[in-house]
Nanobody, 122 residues
Framework: QVQLVESGGGLVQAGGSLRLSCAAS????????LGWFRQAPGKEREFVAA????????YYADSVKGRFTISRDNAKNTVYLQMNSLKPEDTAVYYC???????????????WGPGTQVTVSS
């Protein structure tokens, strides 16, 4: 089992950058595919990005491709989301998630963090 806690959210102007971190506990962190999701007010939660066990494979939603970068450091049990060129429509609560499978996908995540708020002002 994995416990996840996000950090790094905040208020930023459009065009700015933020880096989110997600610290995980659990001895088998390196065996999980990790993902980031977000949920804006009044909208359903949506997939943002995912990364494979060793970080060699990544997958992004079209809306963030070229602006966001997901990475992980298994030695630190941490996954990151570097967000550049932020837009007001990126405003949402961002969640870290993990799935006990090697498949890098937007579905089937069993473990979730509590989320961190990102607000992008225009």
């Amino acid at each position: 089992q994995v416990q996840l806690v996000e950090s790094g959210g905040g208020l930023v102007q459009a065009g700015g950058s933020l880096r989110l971190s997600c610290a995980a506990s659990g001895r088998t962190f390196s065996m999980y595919t990790l993902g980031w999701f977000r949920q804006a007010p009044g909208k359903e939660r949506e997939f943002v990005a995912a990364i494979s066990w060793r970080g060699g494979s990544t997958y992004y939603a079209d809306s963030v491709k070229g602006r966001f970068t997901i990475s992980r450091d298994n030695a630190k049990n941490t996954v990151y989301l570097q967000m550049n060129s932020l837009k007001p429509e990126d405003t949402a609560v961002y969640y870290c998630a993990a799935r006990s499978s090697s498949v890098v996908t937007s579905m089937g995540y069993q473990y979730w963090g509590p989320g961190t708020q990102v607000t992008v002002s225009s």
